[in-house]
């Protein structure tokens, strides 16, 4: 049967909000009753005695491109645990899981109020073993359905919680991969909250190549071009930088990337052709018209189409500070 993971004691989600966390669906059981029993294999679940699914009836889940996240509590908490999906052959998925067993240790020591915290790994049994991570539950969801309740939120603010989670990401040699909305959570005091770094990085290593199919579209759509054209399979500091900036003008100006693209191949030749993800708006985005030229700049520069001409996370960070903080635009950008 369908399984909920709610604690009694925990908020249920509002499902009339398309929370990322809070979509309702049907899951195989067995991966559920093994979250927190053994299976009768050779092997047993290996998630904590301490994680606890209630109420056996329905599960909250969302389904992205790497895994599928269901609700429950850990140590009286809300938790989120995001169960991998596994592809290919049983050898492809014991690579996978031994890939996250080996990164998620030094996942585990990464502090920052703007990265995801990850409290443990387990395995979850159906046709075969896959990783799951245990991290908070963020009930705000992600960026997107925060700015859908939220629309008068200080954007720049979000934007600001990004690059400082990239930069801490960055300089503890962690490159995120796959970064996009839907993987920018929202945390109870409003701030963004970057997750799901090294997840894709994980994909390559399994299967040796990035899965454009599996994928889908909103990933190609934040992706930087040398990813796209086959130049390199292993995404950078400097890939991170591209894609922070298209989730950067999303927020702002609330389009997708390449919104006029309707296809991937659409995207995947816009890209080789070098068009830029967005056009430059008609309209201000804020009400200092120098702010907003000062935006377009930085963030063209983060598009630059040679990876090592682009900023580094921490100069474009320095530069939103400035920003924010009033300073005149004029020679910020110049000293990048």
């Not at 009286?76 to 080996?102: L, S, Y």
């Not at 909103?218 to 040398?226: D, G, L, N, V």
């Not at 591209?242 to 989730?247: D, G, I, K, L, T």
Request: proline share 7%.
């Amino acid at each position: 049967m369908p399984v909920r993971f709610a604690s009694p004691n925990t908020e249920r989600p509002n499902l009339s909000m398309p929370n990322a966390y809070t979509h309702a669906s049907s899951v195989p059981s067995s991966i559920l009753n093994a979250l927190v029993q053994p299976t009768g294999g050779s092997e047993q679940a290996t998630f904590p005695r301490n994680f606890i699914p209630d109420a056996p009836d329905r599960v909250y889940s969302v389904h992205g491109g790497y895994g599928d996240v269901y609700k429950g509590t850990y140590n009286g908490t809300a938790v989120a645990v995001k169960v991998m999906r596994g592809h290919g052959t049983p050898h492809d998925t014991e690579k996978q899981k031994q890939h996250f067993r080996h990164e998620i240790p030094a996942w585990r020591q990464l502090s920052h109020p703007n990265v995801l915290p990850i409290f443990d790994l387990g395995d979850t049994f159906d046709v075969a073993i896959t990783p799951a991570i245990i991290s908070p539950w963020m009930k705000n969801g992600n960026v997107q359905d925060y700015l859908r309740c939220n629309p008068n939120t200080d954007r720049l603010k979000l934007i600001l919680g990004i690059a400082l989670g990239l930069e801490y990401l960055h300089s503890k040699n962690v490159v995120h991969g796959d970064l996009h909305t839907r993987n920018i959570l929202v945390n109870d005091h409003g701030m963004a909250v970057v997750a799901d770094f090294g997840h894709s990085l994980m994909r390559i290593e399994t299967y040796g190549e990035l899965d454009f199919a599996t994928d889908g579209l909103c990933h190609i759509r934040h992706m930087a071009p040398e990813l796209v054209a086959g130049e390199t399979q292993h995404p950078s500091d400097k890939s991170d930088v591209y894609s922070f900036a298209s989730v950067s003008f999303e927020i702002l100006s609330g389009l997708h990337p390449f919104s006029n693209f309707g296809s991937s191949v659409d995207i995947i030749l816009a890209l080789y052709e070098g068009i830029l993800p967005f056009d430059r708006p008609k309209e201000p985005l804020f009400s200092h018209s120098g702010l907003d030229q000062a935006i377009w700049e930085l963030m063209t520069l983060c598009w630059n189409g040679v990876p090592d001409d682009r900023p580094s996370m921490t100069h474009s960070h320095n530069v939103l500070v400035k920003l924010q903080a009033g300073n005149s635009p004029s020679g910020i950008l110049a000293r990048l």
